[in-house]
Nanobody, 124 residues
Framework: QLVESGGGLVQPGGSLRLSCATS????????IAWFRQVPGKEREGVSC????????YYATSVKGRFTISRDSVKKLMYLQMNSLKPEDTAVYYC???????????????????WGQGTQVTVSS
């Protein structure tokens, strides 16, 4: 089970930290990911850690502003979002997957375990 929290309304330039509480997964051994979706568009990969070396992938639009991380002891994963822009407005989803079955980078079609989503709105 995955449960997100931390979404909300923030002004442009502000920050939010999304959290995802996980249960039933050995988080230290799983790929972790954050995706987002706006109405009428496909779900897109925001940031993922899929490799044993822990290197993170970031979508070009968020690189340098967002940071993905995990606390395997607390079974939490995070997405720190800084310098938020109106175009970051979306429903954000956390996801996990066994890294052994992943063949593509940060592709939502490959992830089977999802949270319910949390709304992030960036507006003045």
């Amino acid at each position: 089970q995955l449960v997100e929290s931390g979404g909300g309304l923030v002004q442009p330039g502000g920050s939010l930290r999304l959290s995802c509480a996980t249960s039933g997964f050995p988080l230290e051994h799983y790929a972790i990911a954050w995706f987002r979706q706006v109405p009428g568009k496909e779900r897109e990969g925001v940031s993922c850690i899929q490799r044993r070396d822990g290197n993170a992938y970031y979508a070009t639009s968020v690189k340098g502003r967002f940071t993905i991380s995990r606390d395997s002891v607390k079974k939490l994963m995070y997405l720190q979002m800084n310098s938020l822009k109106p175009e970051d407005t979306a429903v954000y989803y956390c996801a996990v997957e066994d890294p052994r079955i992943l063949r593509r980078t940060c592709d939502p079609l490959e992830y089977d375990f999802w949270g319910q989503g949390t709304q992030v709105t960036v507006s003045s």
